[in-house]
Structures are given as structure tokens and as C-alpha cells.
Nanobody, 118 residues
Framework: QVQLAESGGGLVQPGGSLRLSCTAS???????????MGWYRQAPGKDRELVAR???????TYGDSVKGRFTISRDNALNTVYLQMNSQKADDTAVYYC?????????WGKGTLVTVSS
């Protein structure tokens, strides 16, 4: 089994910053079997969308709406993927989900709420 624990969500003012973390664990978890780690988000009434993903070679891909504002990184020693969110906008308000591709299977976290509001 693979479990994902997200943290770092909360309330932030427009223009502010937050950093999300997602740590993987489990009896069958092995960081060497992880290909891609990523973040997705789902706003009320909208489909879940890609925010950012990063592969084994540290190659990152970003959704168009966050390019230049968000940065994804991973620390394999800590089994953790991070999402640094800067210059946040009201449209960034959503539940953010961590996703890990491990041994060919996808695992999702339970989500963490980010609210951008003054």
C-alpha cells in the first residue's frame, strides 16, 4: 500500500504565497519505483486539472494558468513533493491533490484546501 499525506493548505491573500507538501509512505512504497509526482486541483463546479508534475529526471510540466508563478520540486530522500505557489490569485482557490505514479499505478492524496481571498 502507498499512502500520501498532504499539508500546507490554508487561507492566503491575493498576491501571497503558500507551499504545499506531499509525503509518501507505506509498506510497499519504494521511491525508486516512483516515476512521476504531481499536483492537481479541483475548484467548485470544475473538473480536476493538472497544476504541475515532475518526473524522475526532475523535468517539470505546468498547467498554463500557473506557469511562472508555481514551482514544483521533489526530495527523494524524504519521499516528498512540494508545490511553491507565488503571486496567488482568486482563481487558484481549489482543493489541491497530490498524485504519485508508483510501480505503474496511480495513488492520490485526500486533498488540501487552498483559499485565496482578502
Amino acid at each position: 500500500q502507498v499512502q500520501l499525506a498532504e499539508s500546507g493548505g490554508g487561507l492566503v491573500q491575493p498576491g501571497g504565497s503558500l507551499r504545499l507538501s506531499c509525503t509518501a509512505s507505506g509498506t510497499s512504497f519504494n521511491i525508486d519505483r516512483v516515476n512521476v509526482m504531481g499536483w492537481y486541483r479541483q475548484a467548485p463546479g470544475k473538473d480536476r486539472e493538472l497544476v504541475a508534475r515532475i518526473n524522475t529526471f526532475r523535468l517539470a510540466t505546468y498547467g498554463d494558468s500557473v506557469k511562472g508563478r508555481f514551482t514544483i520540486s521533489r526530495d527523494n530522500a524524504l519521499n516528498t513533493v512540494y508545490l511553491q505557489m507565488n503571486s496567488q490569485k482568486a482563481d487558484d482557490t481549489a482543493v489541491y491533490y497530490c498524485k504519485v505514479e508508483h510501480s505503474g499505478m496511480n495513488y492520490w492524496g485526500k486533498g488540501t484546501l487552498v483559499t485565496v481571498s482578502s
